[in-house]
């Protein structure tokens, strides 16, 4: 079995129908990732400049679960199983900082489905490339619209974005009601006056 870990940065092209399965799995792992931040990050993105990008974000959440969809078929159809497993979701109450994580999540899954067009090309798996380059077109979209909402250049392959801490949510204070506090604490200013009632969050760890 191939070990997906570093296959970013440690590129094969000869790869077998298994290996595959496995790396078409991991590229769904990354699609659950996307679909759970576009959710959460379309839905608490706060200030009217961001109003635009929030929306798109919405648009962002469905194409990504047509895109979890169409990889979990492929898998199915190369006689693999799809694998109930996503990448983490940083969170933050910071409206750049989210979409600074969602930027570097597009860039690696671009690297990602670039490498997976050749590899199932390699080994003659050709409708499975067709599929992946519909995707891949989508996800230059999403990133496009990343770094034109954050005012950066549209990073190329090589580049590694540069993402802030993650500020996880202080699930005790959301509860009890005091969302605007943290909010004003991240962001080092006065409690925004916001009438949306407050939301409980799930938690940072792994499952959806
Ligand atoms: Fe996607
Ligand atoms: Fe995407």
Redesign the pocket.
């Known amino acids: 079995m191939i070990n997906t870990t570093h296959m970013n940065h440690d590129f094969q092209a000869n790869v077998t129908r298994e290996d595959l399965v496995a790396l078409l799995n991991d590229d769904l792992a990354g699609?659950f990732q996307?679909i759970l931040s576009y959710v959460l990050y379309s839905q608490v993105l706060k200030g009217p400049q961001y109003m635009a990008i929030a929306a798109k974000l919405e648009e962002h959440a469905a194409?990504?679960l047509a895109?979890a969809l169409t990889i979990a078929r492929q898998i199915d159809s190369l006689g693999g199983m799809p694998l109930s497993v996503r990448k983490p979701v940083k969170t933050s109450e910071l409206a750049e900082n989210m979409l600074r994580f969602d930027l570097r999540n597009e860039n690696e899954?671009i690297v990602r489905y670039r490498q997976r067009v050749r590899q199932c090309e390699a080994i003659g798996e050709y409708a499975v490339a067709e599929y992946l380059r519909d995707?891949l077109e989508?996800?230059q979209d999403h990133q496009t619209a990343l770094a034109n909402a954050l005012g950066v250049a549209i990073p190329n392959d090589q580049e590694t974005i540069e993402t802030p801490a993650e500020i996880p949510y202080d699930l005790q204070k959301v509860e009890s009601g005091n969302r605007n506090d943290i909010l004003s604490e991240a962001v080092g200013t006065e409690s925004p006056n916001t009438t949306k009632p407050s939301v409980q969050h799930a938690s940072t760890s792994g499952s959806i």
């Open positions: 699609e996307a194409e990504e895109h899954t995707i989508e996800e």
